[in-house]
C-alpha cells in the first residue's frame, strides 16, 4: 500500500461528506454522545462502525487482541468507566469473531514470549470450560466455540466493575455479546442473559 494514498483518501472523502451535509465537520467538532461502548477485536478485517451499519459519533470503540475485557487491564477499565460514567452510553458490547488469531494462538501448546500473560487469560476460559470443549470433536467447531466461550468470559468481566453495576442499577444499561462472522458477513447475537449472570455473581462480586 502507497501510504500517500491515504492523503488523497482522506480529501475525498472530505468532500463527501462535505457534499452530503455542508455542517458535517461541524457536528463532529460539537462533541460525542454514543448509545454503545463496543469492546472488539483488533483484527483488521473486524472493523467497528462498518459491520454495523454506524458512523462517527455512534459508537465508542475500544478494540484489542481478542476483544479482551481483563479487570487487571487499566486500559480497558478506564475505557469502560470512560463511556459508562461520563458518556452514559446505553449499551456495551463485546464482539468477538471466528477466525480470532489471539484465541487460535492461546489453543497452541507454544511459547509465544510476551504474549503468554496475555493469552493466559484466555487458557483461562478454556480451563473453565474444558469440559464442555473437549467433548467437541472437531477442532475447528472447537474453536468456534472458544471464540464465543470468551465473549462470554468478557461480557462477565464487564458486570464485574461497579461502573456497570451501578449504571444497571441507576438507569438499566445493558451489556450484549456478539460474534462477527468473517465467512458471511452477519453479526450474531449469542443472547447473553446478562441480568441473570449479573445476579449469579452479585454475592461475590457486588460492590454496594
Request: charged share 25%.
Amino acid at each position: 500500500m502507497d501510504i500517500s494514498k491515504i492523503f488523497e483518501n482522506n480529501k475525498e472523502w472530505i468532500q463527501t461528506k462535505l457534499d452530503e451535509d455542508a455542517s458535517y465537520f461541524d457536528k463532529l467538532a460539537a462533541g460525542q454522545d454514543p448509545d454503545i461502548l463496543y469492546i472488539g477485536c483488533s483484527d483488521s478485517r473486524a472493523t467497528a462502525e462498518e459491520i454495523m451499519g454506524l458512523g462517527p459519533g455512534d459508537v465508542f470503540v475500544y478494540r484489542n487482541i481478542a476483544n479482551m475485557a481483563s479487570n487487571t487491564d487499566l486500559t480497558v477499565m478506564g475505557v469502560i468507566n470512560y463511556a459508562v460514567v461520563h458518556l452514559k452510553v446505553k449499551h456495551v458490547v463485546v464482539c468477538g469473531h471466528y477466525g480470532c488469531g489471539g484465541v487460535k494462538a492461546a489453543m497452541q501448546s507454544q511459547d509465544l514470549g510476551i504474549l503468554n500473560p496475555y493469552l493466559r487469560n484466555i487458557r483461562d476460559v478454556y480451563r473453565m470450560h474444558k469440559d464442555e470443549l473437549n467433548a467437541i470433536i472437531d477442532s475447528n467447531d472447537r474453536y468456534k466455540r472458544l471464540i464465543e466461550l470468551n465473549v462470554q468470559e468478557q461480557c462477565i468481566n464487564v458486570l464485574k466493575t461497579s461502573d456497570v453495576q451501578l449504571a444497571f442499577k441507576d438507569r438499566g444499561i445493558t451489556v450484549h455479546g456478539w460474534v462477527f462472522d468473517l465467512a458471511s458477513g452477519k453479526l450474531i447475537d449469542l443472547k447473553i442473559d446478562f441480568a441473570t449472570i449479573l445476579d449469579e455473581i452479585m454475592e461475590i462480586y457486588h460492590l454496594d
